[in-house]
């Protein structure tokens, strides 16, 4: 009786958090329970969602041995996790490169503007952005071939060519991303108390010695925090990015299928519901796994930092 | 983050003595930023980056406005020999199609970032109090959620077989309402902003938690709403994902969605308005990658106008609301 009491005594706070209780229980929960059918060979029935979970049959690790027996699935975990580490990497080194510099702009105002000028990719929807790319690589009327041409090469397919897309989906990429990346670091550089700087000057240090010396070191635990929690999201990748970029065009499957999207064309395109899952979940498991050895890492190196 | 940098600022020496006392000396030093070439060189580099990042949407405005035959002729071009608005105005035809998606847009948004910020500020600020006593149990329920998902499948089943909102406005606007992390930021903001002391005088002059909620807290953390709210209309105007799992009919595809479905096919925007009588010198006509990118520039404008004015606002809430206290 002691905890009916107890839930009366909180009604109003269980009542405020009623809402999204309720839609976590139907969007992140009742979803998580439905993995069971990456063990199953899931069929529709009428009755409905849970008669159509209860009543397909087992199948035990059958979807799982097939996804891995394929082909498919060493191609769309090399290529999620060497995009990302391409992208973690040339990323940081970047938005830190620009963070120091715009630190070190004299004139505010245009320090301003550059940076508002860099985050603005961040606001465009990745459909947008396939638009900007296609300006650009459409091969009858890109910006590129047009180039290429002018200097008197020959016109590339660049949606049928999937040697270029690593450079394009990281170069696109970055390009979305940077602006945002840096704006971190700016104000962890703007944060440094400006009398190291002051003594630096004094004792003769040159503005690289400065910023080797006092900048980098002082957001250098920012970066490995940030590092290793991008670390731990290595297995999800950007669907907008692989998807809408390339067009969802079929040559390029090759260097441009990640786990993402080839969960997403295992369920809209082939309907293979229960392999789909299976990826999925492998997806979820690594993913989970590593980001709970990251926060682990982060934990030894910085408390507060830590996720949990 | 704030935390974080008071920490460091704390453990810092203090300032050097010679320079503590002279003022004149520390302005000197103070005005320690490059100066001649290397400033030069960081501008030009700097310049040449912004412009990098901006370019993309000026060449696709650029390309809207010229002329179609031009197009097919000489590709995409900066300076087009042969401006039109030809574009714009044979969108303005199809407009049907275009009004409606457009609605529907903003319907989402608008909707869709009221129950948002509602639930999310809600439960993050149950969590937030220590009066609540299940509070750990709840915060560890949205947290999990960050850490491991169903993924895409059961929950396009759910969603589907469930709940059936396939082909309903509520696909476009449920899926996206909650989220952990903005919750978390949120818990992060009612912590700091909201003194317990103040929320604690209101009760004993009587006021119901309810009540303390919307005339006390909700006003005092305006500024983390607001940064939500920013987040969660962003969201939902750039969401195409949801309306390419869930949507098929043409009275339901909101703006991105309209911009992949004409992707392939620019007379996906006639769906709405074609005349049975419609002849195939008018198909001919259309000013097919001209009226793309015009269909571009029109459905991102809002946001390149807003733009300005809301940044300053979304770096300071990335900046401030660090998610761990």
């Not at chain 1, 997403?264 to 309907?271: D, E, F, K, V, W």
């Not at chain 2, 302005?27 to 700097?46: C, E, H, Q, T």
């Not at chain 2, 071009?77 to 574009?87: M, R, V």
Request: net charge neutral.
């Amino acid at each position: 009786m002691n905890w009916l009491r107890n839930i009366w005594k909180n009604r109003v706070w269980l009542l405020m958090v009623l809402p999204a209780t309720v839609w976590f229980v139907l969007f992140s929960y009742l979803p998580m329970a439905g993995t069971v059918i990456a063990f199953k060979n899931f069929r529709y029935d009428a009755g409905g969602f849970f008669s159509s979970v209860m009543s397909s049959e087992w199948v035990g690790l059958e979807n799982f041995e097939f996804l891995f027996n394929s082909s498919d699935a060493f191609i769309i975990t090399r290529n999620t996790l060497l995009y990302n580490l391409v992208f973690i990497v040339v990323g940081l080194i970047i938005s830190v490169t620009i963070a120091i510099l715009i630190s070190e702009i004299a004139n505010k105002r245009l320090a301003k503007i550059y940076q508002t000028g860099m985050l603005f990719p961040h606001f465009l929807s990745w459909v947008v952005v396939s638009y900007f790319v296609f300006t650009f690589l459409s091969a009858d009327r890109g910006m590129v071939n047009s180039l290429i041409e002018w200097l008197g090469g020959d016109p590339i397919s660049w949606y049928n060519d999937p040697e270029y897309w690593p450079y394009i989906l990281t170069f696109t990429n970055l390009w979305k991303t940077v602006g945002y990346g840096s704006i971190i670091y700016i104000a962890a550089i703007v944060g440094i108390d400006r009398s190291y700087y002051e003594a630096a000057m004094i004792d003769g240090a040159s503005k690289l010695q400065q910023i080797k010396n006092i900048t980098i070191p002082m957001i250098k635990p920012l970066i490995i925090v940030l590092t290793i929690l991008n670390i731990g999201n290595i297995f999800n990748s950007d669907f907008g990015l692989f998807f809408q970029v390339p067009r969802d065009s079929g040559p390029l499957y090759d260097v441009t299928n990640v786990i993402d999207t080839y969960v997403y064309r295992g369920l809209m395109n082939l309907g293979e519901i229960s392999m789909s899952t299976a990826a999925g979940l492998y997806q979820s498991l690594v993913g989970f796994i590593l980001v709970l050895a990251t926060n682990y890492v982060v934990r030894k190196i910085d408390k507060d930092s830590a996720l949990f | 983050m704030a935390k974080r940098k008071a920490d460091i600022v704390e453990q810092q020496p203090p300032a050097l003595s010679p320079v503590k006392n002279n003022k004149k000396k520390r302005k000197r030093l103070n005005n320690d930023k490059l100066s001649g070439i290397p400033n030069l060189i960081v501008n030009i580099f700097m310049a040449g980056f912004t412009l990098l990042c901006l370019f993309p949407f000026l060449y696709v405005i650029i390309i809207s406005f010229t002329d179609e035959q031009t197009l097919t002729e000489n590709g995409f071009q900066l300076i087009p020999e042969e401006w039109s608005t030809f574009a714009y105005s044979y969108l303005w035809d199809m407009k049907a199609q275009l009004i409606q998606s457009y609605m529907i847009t903003i319907i989402v948004t608008v909707l869709g970032t009221l129950i948002s910020v509602l639930t999310i500020a809600l439960f993050a600020y149950a969590i937030s109090r220590k009066q609540f006593r299940y509070r750990k149990l709840f915060t560890f329920m949205a947290l999990f959620t960050l850490l491991f998902n169903g993924g895409m499948v059961p929950l396009y089943i759910v969603a589907t077989q469930l709940l059936h909102l396939k082909n309903t406005i509520w696909a476009l606007i449920l899926p996206l309402a909650v989220n952990a992390f903005y919750i978390l930021i949120m818990r992060t903001f009612f912590m700091r902003s909201v003194p317990e002391p103040l929320l604690e005088s209101a009760r004993i002059d009587g006021a119901g938690e309810w009540r303390i909620f919307f005339q006390i807290v909700f006003p005092l953390a305006l500024p983390g709403i607001a940064t939500i709210a920013l987040f969660s209309t962003l969201g939902y105007w750039n969401d195409w994902f949801h309306a390419l799992l869930f949507i098929d009919e043409p009275q339901l595809v909101p703006l991105q969605s309209l911009l992949m479905k004409i992707e392939n096919n620019i007379e996906f925007l006639t769906q709405n308005t074609l005349v049975s009588g419609q002849s195939a010198e008018m198909l001919a006509a259309i000013p097919k990658d001209a009226a793309k990118m015009a269909m571009v520039v029109i459905s991102t404008l809002p946001i390149a106008v807003a733009y300005p004015f809301f940044q300053r606002f979304f770096i300071q809430g990335l900046t401030v609301g660090g998610v761990k206290e």
